[in-house]
């Protein structure tokens, strides 16, 4: 987590780190800082809060310019979130100052052995980082050797960006395991943790791979490895359309989101069919699927939840067994493997640490793996030996929903096409069906009246909700819960319908809200016994079902689509009722707090 951006030119730095922090924004919002040189020497802001803060302390204060600067937005891990512990972060001297994403595993052992005599001033492993270049700048007296010697001792993961008092032409940039990426300008270049931060300057990127070190001077990058071998790269494109990241006239990004889950859905629909209207997958991808007698499903959070809905079709549909595993919990507990496994990665960031250990376990195992994710070029997507892109856009609120959409679409084709092959018969053409889901999509996301209206009744005066389902509506209702605690601090917990009177319906009084799924035919009836079970207990009860099977008493029908694909147009209302749930409270919709979207520390 944490963003950071940096800028070396010729004009003043502020507004572009400003501007940059803002974009980065999603990645962490506790505390921020920016740090810019001039012939004065460095100039250092910082705030605890948001970049809003930042903004309005640089207006206060006498603000300088200068044409170097770097810039931080962050998400406490060590040290909790306060100006103190706020970056840029300074040696004893003054004269290194850096920014740092990541978490440095060595930091106490670092400062045991090499740091004893200083005094810190933060709780945090990155000033440990930046006493340690000072400390081997003594030894040396030279930046560049000093910085590598330093690289080489840190283990864990870092994306670094430094300013040497003494040298206002060159920006020091080094990384492993966090992103970084360097973009090149026409007399002036940035740094930033993802192009969005800077793509009002450039569209033009570089890549930093793990352990190098980039001199970032104003006219010319120069990128080496730790031994000091210099290494040559061509830039790439970014192809990140500007208006995509921009709210337009959306109160919040969630919002905007939610309603472009029928226009990704097309998208998907268009990047996976062949002219003949059929999925197409690359083979690669096919034949590794095909020779894998176990797929493993790794993801946290809401991509778990696509996984879980994965794994119904890769079974019914492919007839490939499939486990689904939390990744933070896979790195440390590996399950038995089958004898030719494959790994699936389903990450919209790509860049989710948790997920990230699992894939380099398994790369030193010799398996091989496929990454699901929103962000092509990202860590997960570029160590992975296949990729499949969700085109879902960029996704900024750090609550997930058209990514959710977008993974189990994808599924749906890797499904279907491994069916395809394999000669099995399947009982709907996928492409049709994933046409009438964003139709029924579009149906519900002009529903938002009636929607934030349960949200009022249902979700407005509780301390607690419930979602209860069975088959997929049980793995849906994971999702519910998610949503509605991740953005509102509703206590929200997803349920199997059966299982609540084992031990979960002890918590059910007069008044608390249970909202359940009924979207599946073989389990409607039983589904609706268990909401009989809990307005038996005074629960208050909401029933979303879907045409067909629905019943008078049902507060919401969802249009028919194919029973395997409910998934993905019950979550649409259940995104809304949080969205709705979290206005109606005041919440930070877009921000959530202790959260960041994407989640880089394991
Ligand atoms: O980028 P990823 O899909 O790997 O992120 C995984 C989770 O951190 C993410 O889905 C998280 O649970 C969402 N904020 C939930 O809305």
Redesign the pocket.
């Given at each position: 987590m944490c963003g950071i951006v940096g800028y070396i030119g010729a004009n003043d730095s502020k507004g572009i780190l400003l501007h940059g922090l803002e974009k980065l924004e999603y990645r962490g919002y506790d505390s921020a800082g920016i740090a810019v040189l001039n012939d004065n020497g460095v100039h250092l802001t910082k705030v605890k809060g948001r970049i809003v803060t930042l903004k309005e302390s640089m207006d206060n204060s006498n603000s300088v310019e200068a044409t170097l600067g770097i810039g931080h937005t962050r998400w406490a891990t060590h040290g909790e979130p306060s100006t103190l512990n706020a970056h840029p972060h300074q040696s004893t001297s003054g004269k290194f100052t850096i920014v740092h994403n990541g978490v440095i595993e060595n930091y106490q052992d670092i400062k045991r052995n090499y740091l004893e005599a200083v005094d810190f001033v933060s709780e945090t492993d990155t000033e440990v980082i930046v006493q340690l270049i000072e400390k081997l700048y003594d030894e040396f007296q030279n930046t560049i050797k000093a910085f590598q010697e330093a690289m080489k001792l840190l283990k864990g993961s870092y994306a670094i960006g430094m300013i040497d008092v003494d040298d206002p032409n060159t920006l020091y940039v080094s990384k492993n395991k966090s992103p970084l990426l360097i973009g090149l300008g026409d007399g002036f270049n940035v740094i930033a943790s993802d192009a969005m931060a800077t793509l009002k300057e450039t569209d033009q990127y570089l890549e930093i791979f793990d352990k190098e070190i980039v001199l970032v001077h104003r006219n010319h990058v120069e990128i080496q490895k730790l031994n000091g071998k210099v290494v040559d790269r061509q830039p790439y494109t970014a192809e990140i359309d500007a208006s995509d990241i921009e709210k337009g006239t959306y109160p919040h990004y969630m919002l905007k989101e939610i309603d472009e889950q029928p226009i990704v859905i097309r998208n998907i629909i268009k990047e996976y069919q062949d002219e003949n209207n059929e999925v197409k997958l690359d083979d690669s991808i096919r034949n590794a699927m095909q020779e894998a007698d176990r797929v493993y499903i790794i993801?946290?959070?809401?991509?778990y939840h696509a996984g879980l809905i994965g794994k119904e079709f890769m079974e019914k549909m492919a007839r490939i067994p499939v486990e689904v595993h939390v990744a933070s919990e896979f790195s440390y507990n590996m399950p038995l493997l089958s004898e030719k496994p494959l790994f699936v990665f389903?990450?919209?960031?790509?860049?989710?640490a948790d997920?990230r250990a699992v894939l380099v376990k398994i790369k030193e195992m010799g398996h091989p793996a496929l990454t699901i994710t929103n962000v092509p070029g990202s860590t997960l997507s570029r160590e992975a030996d296949y990729t499949l892109q969700l085109h879902a856009g960029p996704e900024i609120a750090?609550?997930?929903t058209k990514?959710y959409t977008a993974q189990i679409a994808v599924l749906t084709i890797l499904a279907a096409d491994i069916a395809k092959a394999k000669g099995l018969e399947l009982e709907f053409d996928p492409i049709k069906e994933l046409a009438i889901v964003s139709s029924a999509m579009e149906v519900l996301t002009d529903q938002k009246e009636e929607i934030e209206q349960l949200a009022g009744i249902y979700l407005d005066t509780t301390r607690n909700a419930f979602f209860i389902g069975r088959g997929l509506d049980y793995n849906v209702s994971l999702e519910a819960a998610?949503?509605l605690k991740?953005i509102s601090y509703i206590q929200a917990e997803g349920f199997a319908g059966g299982e609540l009177k084992h031990g979960t319906i002890a918590l059910i009084e007069e008044g608390t809200p249970v909202i359940a799924l009924a979207t599946q035919e073989n389990v409607n009836y039983s589904i609706r016994g268990n909401v009989q079970e809990v307005v038996a207990r005074g629960a208050n009860a909401l029933i979303i079902s879907m045409r067909g099977l629905e019943q008078d008493t049902d507060a919401f029908v969802l249009p028919k689509v194919h029973e395997l694909l409910t998934p993905l147009i019950s979550v649409i209302p259940l995104q809304l009722l949080a969205y709705y749930a979290a206005l109606h409270r005041d919440c930070d919709v877009d921000k959530p707090r202790n959260?960041a979207?994407?989640?880089t520390v394991e």
């Amino acid at each position: 987590m944490c963003g950071i951006v940096g800028y070396i030119g010729a004009n003043d730095s502020k507004g572009i780190l400003l501007h940059g922090l803002e974009k980065l924004e999603y990645r962490g919002y506790d505390s921020a800082g920016i740090a810019v040189l001039n012939d004065n020497g460095v100039h250092l802001t910082k705030v605890k809060g948001r970049i809003v803060t930042l903004k309005e302390s640089m207006d206060n204060s006498n603000s300088v310019e200068a044409t170097l600067g770097i810039g931080h937005t962050r998400w406490a891990t060590h040290g909790e979130p306060s100006t103190l512990n706020a970056h840029p972060h300074q040696s004893t001297s003054g004269k290194f100052t850096i920014v740092h994403n990541g978490v440095i595993e060595n930091y106490q052992d670092i400062k045991r052995n090499y740091l004893e005599a200083v005094d810190f001033v933060s709780e945090t492993d990155t000033e440990v980082i930046v006493q340690l270049i000072e400390k081997l700048y003594d030894e040396f007296q030279n930046t560049i050797k000093a910085f590598q010697e330093a690289m080489k001792l840190l283990k864990g993961s870092y994306a670094i960006g430094m300013i040497d008092v003494d040298d206002p032409n060159t920006l020091y940039v080094s990384k492993n395991k966090s992103p970084l990426l360097i973009g090149l300008g026409d007399g002036f270049n940035v740094i930033a943790s993802d192009a969005m931060a800077t793509l009002k300057e450039t569209d033009q990127y570089l890549e930093i791979f793990d352990k190098e070190i980039v001199l970032v001077h104003r006219n010319h990058v120069e990128i080496q490895k730790l031994n000091g071998k210099v290494v040559d790269r061509q830039p790439y494109t970014a192809e990140i359309d500007a208006s995509d990241i921009e709210k337009g006239t959306y109160p919040h990004y969630m919002l905007k989101e939610i309603d472009e889950q029928p226009i990704v859905i097309r998208n998907i629909i268009k990047e996976y069919q062949d002219e003949n209207n059929e999925v197409k997958l690359d083979d690669s991808i096919r034949n590794a699927m095909q020779e894998a007698d176990r797929v493993y499903i790794i993801a946290a959070g809401t991509s778990y939840h696509a996984g879980l809905i994965g794994k119904e079709f890769m079974e019914k549909m492919a007839r490939i067994p499939v486990e689904v595993h939390v990744a933070s919990e896979f790195s440390y507990n590996m399950p038995l493997l089958s004898e030719k496994p494959l790994f699936v990665f389903i990450s919209q960031s790509g860049e989710t640490a948790d997920s990230r250990a699992v894939l380099v376990k398994i790369k030193e195992m010799g398996h091989p793996a496929l990454t699901i994710t929103n962000v092509p070029g990202s860590t997960l997507s570029r160590e992975a030996d296949y990729t499949l892109q969700l085109h879902a856009g960029p996704e900024i609120a750090v609550a997930s929903t058209k990514a959710y959409t977008a993974q189990i679409a994808v599924l749906t084709i890797l499904a279907a096409d491994i069916a395809k092959a394999k000669g099995l018969e399947l009982e709907f053409d996928p492409i049709k069906e994933l046409a009438i889901v964003s139709s029924a999509m579009e149906v519900l996301t002009d529903q938002k009246e009636e929607i934030e209206q349960l949200a009022g009744i249902y979700l407005d005066t509780t301390r607690n909700a419930f979602f209860i389902g069975r088959g997929l509506d049980y793995n849906v209702s994971l999702e519910a819960a998610l949503k509605l605690k991740e953005i509102s601090y509703i206590q929200a917990e997803g349920f199997a319908g059966g299982e609540l009177k084992h031990g979960t319906i002890a918590l059910i009084e007069e008044g608390t809200p249970v909202i359940a799924l009924a979207t599946q035919e073989n389990v409607n009836y039983s589904i609706r016994g268990n909401v009989q079970e809990v307005v038996a207990r005074g629960a208050n009860a909401l029933i979303i079902s879907m045409r067909g099977l629905e019943q008078d008493t049902d507060a919401f029908v969802l249009p028919k689509v194919h029973e395997l694909l409910t998934p993905l147009i019950s979550v649409i209302p259940l995104q809304l009722l949080a969205y709705y749930a979290a206005l109606h409270r005041d919440c930070d919709v877009d921000k959530p707090r202790n959260l960041a979207k994407s989640v880089t520390v394991e």
